[in-house]
């Protein structure tokens, strides 16, 4: 039998707030089958529940994240989480060594789900902005108003 919408986005909300923000990656056995996959947008792609559960949050910001579920949309297969995640530079990223800074950045997540968990994850978050926040990249360029005149005269 087959979850209803209402359950798989309550599978997929607690998946978030008590294994990616609480840090219980014990509790993965439950939200994740044991071949899952996570393509995460900007750390790559991690298959099987081990790996998955070794959490590019976790790597990123230490054990403060916090995940704040904005908007969730679900199907008897699927689920899209839009969040806000919160937290703080205390590992290694990447290349870019500690920096102690706070960061707040849009986070999607949308998972297929078989036999009651998930079976993959396609993360997108917003890389280009957190990077911006740690200071890895400088700050965007302010735009321009766009001028009414002919900027070409002939």
């Known amino acids: 039998m087959r ?3 209402e359950e798989n986005a309550a599978l997929v909300r607690r998946f978030l707030t008590d294994v990616v923000a609480g840090g219980d990656t014990a509790a993965a056995d439950i939200f994740l089958t044991e071949d899952s ?3 995460d947008l900007v750390f790559g792609e991690r298959q099987g529940r081990d790996a998955v559960t070794t959490l590019s ?3 990123l910001a230490g054990a403060d994240v916090g995940v ?4 969730v949309v679900a199907t008897h297969e699927r689920v899209a989480v839009r969040a806000t995640v919160t937290g ?3 590992e290694p990223l990447l290349e870019l060594a500690p920096t102690g800074v706070s960061f707040e950045i849009d986070s999607a997540w949308f998972c297929r789900l078989r036999d009651g968990r998930i079976a ?3 993360s997108l978050p917003d890389g280009l902005g ?3 926040q740690l200071g890895a990249l400088p700050e965007q360029p302010a735009t321009r108003p766009h001028s009414t005149q002919d900027e070409h005269p002939e």
Do not use: A, G, K
């Not at 704040?68 to 908007?71: F, K, L, N, R, Y």
């Open 57 to 59: 949050w976790r790597i």
């Open 120 to 122: 993959e994850i396609r």
């Open 130 to 132: 957190l990077l911006r």
């Open 68 to 71: 704040e579920i904005d908007e």
């Open 88 to 90: 703080t530079h205390t």
């Open 3 to 5: 979850n209803t919408p």
């Open 37 to 39: 996959t996570d393509h």
